[in-house]
């Protein structure tokens, strides 16, 4: 019988830890399934992926996620190695950053990334000779002391000491290898100086290998086995046929012309490793196989980059479509990868309730399809699940889903808005239909009626449960999809003349408010709470005076806060429309920039930022993400600034934010960036309109907790006391939202006594009232 075990989440101890993260805490979202590399040591395997690390303890199978959240410093990881010399793993990455860790620390060295170096600073491989790492990266090699963890020497050896793009690295008795872009090239240790470009020399002596790009090198049993990596045929197509060189020291031979890509080639103790991208095959020191592996279970696609043989005998794959394999023959395997989404793609994100749904189609500048395959994905109860082509057969032929709307009376119900196959409907995660312009008021884009494109941007619902549905370039641009399941579309002339429309927000007046991309606006609609057409209200907004006054015509995101105020995110920044109801009015209200004390000096918030995200949490306070500066909280009215994240000052993979959505039970806040999400347990959360399940916590706060201590389950806004049992105030404050915190601190800030404290809640005018307890144990 076959063995193969899946292995997706981390541990019970992980599994806790996050359902109760702790508020001003973060954790990552990110895909752990494609596995990139490889390496294992002390009692461990390293496997990494493009974003992050993991590691899976053999003694216990448990393993744990080693991410800019927990340490490393940086995401877009190019290689991992553990060092059996020092016992040291550094972990390397695509912009020269490179993390050493020993013994659970982590320490980053960021020479190469801070570097003047005007070329390709990525570290592409790893080679270990004793306490030193020669780093093999994009404009030559760097030599790296693990033990003083400080750079030793750096070697440029292309033309005349130029940048070359070293791939790989390894050693023999005598020299030095380099797999390069253009060659294979080695230097002598015996040199005096291998930093001077004249000790290096291209490997030329016949018979010879070809010209051209070799990606993995190693020494095995006396000879030198490099890959030619042969990517274009005479016609400049990319074929990817490559072929495995052996050097004896006289001359090069053919091992292997089967014409697989091959990705990795290692030695390991007696054995030779080498790693193609659809099978692994071992060999002894006498070039006899004695392992292959071309199959792991009928059901799972072998796509390997890497593996390594470990002293029990069992060879670790790290496989980009399952994580880490660990496999013993071809009958036994087992596989390991910690819970998350299937790729790092985030286009939108929404939560009802607790349940969240993300859509990571991707468009171009002109707004149309990237070709993005990858389905939505979908989160709950710590779970993540993916809805493509591979789950679901209905699911083929849909690509670049680039919107996920909830139904907030039915959390199983969920609209996917695709560009090309238009309105997918999945209840339960079935597909129950997919509208287009056979089924529907949908359109095909108008500027090609032939080509059977129906694009989705957006969707919402309005507070009767009709589906409001943007259709992008279509002739009748904005459909709805009625409560009681017709449809029904509407042309606005001339005004827009079939332009794209993206995101679209309902008010709680029935205002539909929608994004004109690519400079044109924000366009208005009412249709006046009849079904009619004679009687409808549409209005284009733009930078004039009395047509909206926007900052900028570049419009990106749209909210509707909690008192009903439109809050637009431009190019230039935040604007705001206080009285949207009048927008139909004789003399509307022009938006407004809000104005801010910075150093002494009246600024206007965000002027010179791109605002791609705006979201509203329990407290009402707004979350907005940017271009390339990352994400500010900002209070109500958006004049004082609460957080400021970014790169540089916290876990945030990207400044680049795509979508931003909470979870108003909890308070977390899910941010989409350009390299996956993340997430930050915040202090608000939704308010509710009598008092629920009132409770703190942590609750008993134990000695040596200064963290926040929360209260939930309030009554929105509430006022909270907090009183010894003698009933003496020593703390009162008002709810964000649904939730409390406390310090743990008096008025003096002094550190509150152990005993007993009780907490009275109530409503603005004392109608509605709640007590509970903390104990505090100092």
């Known amino acids: 019988m076959k063995k193969f075990a899946s292995i997706i989440l981390v541990s019970l101890f992980a599994i806790n830890a996050y359902s109760q993260i702790a508020i001003g805490q973060w954790r990552d979202h990110l895909p752990y399934k494609k596995g990139m590399a490889v390496t294992e040591g002390g009692g461990y395997v390293y496997c990494a992926t493009e974003d992050a690390v993991f590691t899976l303890n053999k003694a216990d199978n448990t393993f744990e996620k080693l991410s800019k959240v927990s340490g490393l410093s940086d995401v877009g990881?190019?290689?991992?190695?553990?060092?059996?010399?020092?016992?040291?793993?550094?972990?390397?990455?695509?912009?020269?950053?490179l993390d050493l860790i020993e013994n659970k620390s982590i320490y980053n060295i960021s020479d190469i990334k801070r570097s003047g170096i005007v070329a390709n600073k990525r570290i592409n491989s790893i080679y270990y000779l004793g306490k030193y790492a020669y780093l093999a990266c994009g404009f030559g090699i760097v030599k790296f002391d693990t033990d003083r963890k400080e750079v030793s020497d750096t070697y440029y050896i292309g033309t005349n000491g130029g940048y070359i793009d070293i791939l790989d690295i390894t050693t023999d008795n005598n020299f030095i290898y380099a797999a390069t872009d253009s060659g294979v090239y080695r230097a002598s240790f015996s040199a005096p100086n291998l930093a001077d470009y004249t000790a290096w020399s291209k490997i030329t002596v016949s018979p010879a290998a070809p010209a051209g790009c070799y990606n993995t090198i190693c020494a095995f049993n006396g000879k030198i086995y490099a890959n030619y990596s042969r990517y274009l045929t005479s016609n400049q197509t990319v074929v990817q046929k490559d072929t495995v060189f052996v050097y004896d020291g006289i001359s090069w031979n053919n091992m292997d012309t089967s014409g697989y890509v091959c990705r990795s080639i290692e030695t390991i103790g007696n054995y030779l490793v080498i790693t193609y991208n659809g099978y692994v095959t071992t060999y002894d020191n006498l070039s006899a196989v004695v392992g292959l592996v071309g199959s792991y279970q009928t059901q799972f696609y072998v796509d390997p980059s890497q593996a390594v043989r470990d002293s029990d005998g069992y060879l670790w794959i790290a496989d980009r479509a399952n994580g880490l394999i660990k496999n013993w023959d071809s009958w036994s395997n087992w596989r390991y990868a910690p819970d998350g989404p299937e790729t790092n793609k985030v286009y939108n994100l929404d939560i009802v309730n607790e349940t969240m749904w993300v859509a990571p189609g991707e468009r171009t500048d002109i707004w149309l399809g990237q070709y993005n395959f990858d389905g939505a994905f979908y989160f709950e109860n710590e779970d993540w699940s993916v809805y493509n082509y591979t789950t679901n057969s209905e699911l083929n032929s849909v690509r670049d889903i680039v919107d996920a709307t909830i139904d907030p009376n039915n959390i199983d119900h969920v609209y996917l808005g695709c560009l090309g196959r238009g309105l997918i409907e999945m209840n339960g995660g079935v597909v129950t239909e997919i509208w287009n312009d056979s089924n529907s008021s949908l359109e095909v884009r108008a500027d090609a009626p032939t080509s059977g494109f129906v694009g989705i941007f957006g969707s919402a619902f309005d507070d009767s449960g009709n589906l409001w549905v943007t259709n992008t370039l279509a002739t009748n641009p904005l459909s709805v999809r009625k409560e009681d399941g017709t449809w029904q579309s509407f042309n606005f002339g001339t005004l827009i003349n079939v332009l794209a429309l993206g995101q679209i927000v309902v008010t709680k007046?029935?205002?539909?408010?929608?994004?004109?991309?690519?400079?044109?606006?924000?366009?208005?609609?009412?249709?006046?709470?009849?079904?009619?057409?004679?009687?409808?209200?549409?209005?284009?907004?733009?930078?004039?005076?009395?047509?909206?006054?926007?900052?900028?015509?570049?419009?990106?995101?749209?909210?509707?806060?909690?008192?009903?105020e439109i809050w637009v995110g431009t190019d230039a920044g935040i604007a705001v429309f206080y009285s949207p109801e009048d927008i139909f009015s004789n003399n509307p209200s022009d938006a407004q920039q809000i104005l801010i004390q910075q150093d002494g000096h009246t600024q206007i918030l965000l002027e010179t930022e791109a605002i791609t995200w705006i979201a509203i949490d329990g407290a009402n306070r707004k979350w907005i993400g940017t271009q390339g500066s990352g994400v500010y909280l900002m209070s109500p009215d958006g004049t004082k600034e609460i957080y400021h994240f970014n790169e540089n000052n916290s876990p945030l993979f990207?400044?680049?934010?795509?979508?931003?959505?909470?979870?108003?039970?909890?308070?977390?806040?899910?941010?989409?960036?350009?390299?996956?999400?993340?997430?930050?347990?915040?202090?608000?959360?939704?308010?509710?309109?009598?008092?629920?399940?009132?409770?703190?916590?942590?609750?008993?706060?134990?000695?040596?907790?200064?963290?926040?201590?929360?209260?939930?389950?309030?009554?929105?806004?509430?006022?909270?006391?907090?009183?010894?049992?003698?009933?003496?105030?020593?703390?009162?404050?008002?709810?964000?939202?649904?939730?409390?915190?406390?310090?743990?601190?008096?008025?003096?800030?002094?550190?509150?006594?152990?005993?007993?404290?009780?907490?009275?809640?109530?409503?603005?005018?004392?109608?509605?009232?709640?007590?509970?307890?903390?104990?505090?144990?100092?």
């Open 509 to 564: 007046e029935g205002q539909k408010w929608i994004v004109l991309p690519r400079g044109q606006g924000i366009l208005v609609f009412d249709e006046n709470d009849t079904w009619t057409t004679t009687d409808d209200s549409y209005k284009k907004l733009s930078t004039a005076a009395g047509q909206g006054g926007l900052p900028s015509n570049e419009v990106y995101s749209l909210q509707v806060d909690e008192d009903g």
């Open 654 to 778: 990207s400044n680049n934010i795509t979508s931003i959505a909470i979870n108003g039970k909890s308070g977390e806040v899910f941010i989409g960036t350009a390299k996956g999400i993340i997430s930050y347990k915040s202090t608000a959360t939704e308010g509710e309109d009598e008092f629920g399940e009132v409770y703190a916590y942590p609750n008993p706060v134990r000695p040596g907790y200064g963290g926040i201590i929360a209260i939930k389950g309030l009554v929105k806004d509430a006022d909270v006391k907090i009183t010894d049992i003698t009933g003496t105030l020593i703390y009162q404050t008002k709810a964000l939202g649904g939730q409390a915190i406390w310090d743990g601190n008096n008025f003096s800030g002094e550190r509150a006594r152990s005993g007993i404290y009780l907490v009275f809640c109530s409503n603005d005018d004392g109608t509605k009232t709640y007590v509970t307890k903390i104990c505090i144990v100092n």
């Open 77 to 97: 990881v190019s290689d991992v190695k553990y060092n059996n010399y020092n016992g040291v793993v550094l972990v390397s990455y695509t912009n020269g950053n």
